[in-house]
């Protein structure tokens, strides 16, 4: 037999442990794939099955990476979701509203599922920035962090947009827009500084992971709940529209 005896550490049991006996890279593989199955059966039930390649495409896409987060960092991902469904849907509402128009079903299932991506990701951008500038050799918390933090952000706006996209071809956003929003709500939050969560691996024994509830139990706890709420009402300015077409 060969093979590598310490894979479930990557190979490196000094600095990486698997107390639960699982495979960490094969958990979060299997909730990447539930995300994207989830995400591509929602648009094919919205468009009646008529969706393009391109549509599942992206919703697999969105799906897989907000299917990971909640692997990764389940209470924060969760709590971001959250928020992002919150101001995603209030958003909608309210142009509906404005422009006293009915809101269709399409409407609603896509600004649920943008809001729950975009926030599913943004939750753990902070942590995840953090863990690829170690991974570089940079701090946790220095500027490399923080454009990397800024940079998840983004992508995660235009993966949402271009999922609710696909799933109401009929009122679509610009992804441009979700991208800068994103990325700008990413910065937004760059000023609650939350000692102590600065990776993926702190993020993982952080208290409010175990509950939702614990999300408001401390004070750094109620800081991460703050930066959800600034992180979504900045990234829900994309719906608005502007500056790109």
């Given at each position: 037999?060969?093979?590598?005896s ?13 107390p639960s ?14 995300g994207?199955v989830?995400n ?12 393009s390649?391109?549509q599942y495409a ?12 909640v ?23 309210g ?7 009915p ?6 299932v896509?600004?649920?599922?943008s809001g ?10 902070g ?10 050799g940079?701090v946790?918390?220095g ?14 706006g235009?993966?949402a947009?271009a999922?609710?996209?696909?799933i ?24 609650v ?6 990776t993926i691996?702190?993020a993982?024994s ?16 109620r800081?991460?709940s703050?930066s959800?709420?600034?992180s ?14």
């Amino acid at each position: 037999m060969t093979g590598q005896s310490y894979g479930y550490g990557q190979g490196s049991p000094l600095d990486t442990t698997d107390p639960s006996g699982q495979c960490p890279w094969c958990v979060i593989a299997i909730g990447a794939a539930i995300g994207a199955v989830v995400n591509v059966a929602v648009t094919a039930v919205t468009t009646g099955g008529h969706g393009s390649l391109g549509q599942y495409a992206a919703a697999a896409g969105a799906g897989a990476a907000a299917g990971a987060a909640v692997t990764v960092a389940p209470v924060l991902a969760v709590g971001g979701a959250i928020a992002g469904v919150g101001v995603s849907v209030a958003v909608t509402l309210g142009q509906d509203g404005i422009k006293r128009q009915p809101v269709t079903g399409a409407q609603m299932v896509a600004a649920v599922d943008s809001g729950a991506i975009s926030g599913a990701i943004g939750g753990i951008a902070g942590p995840l920035g953090g863990t690829l500038a170690k991974g570089a050799g940079f701090v946790a918390n220095g500027l490399v962090a923080k454009v990397a933090t800024v940079g998840i952000s983004a992508a995660a706006g235009a993966l949402a947009q271009a999922s609710a996209n696909g799933i109401d071809p009929c009122d679509q956003s610009s992804v441009a827009n979700a991208a800068l929003f994103g990325g700008l709500g990413g910065a937004a939050t760059l000023r609650v500084s939350i000692n102590g969560v600065m990776t993926i691996k702190q993020a993982e024994s952080f208290a409010p992971r175990k509950s939702l509830g614990a999300l408001l139990a401390t004070a750094s706890a109620r800081r991460i709940s703050t930066s959800y709420g600034i992180s979504a009402g900045v990234g829900g300015g994309s719906l608005f529209g502007w500056p790109f077409p």
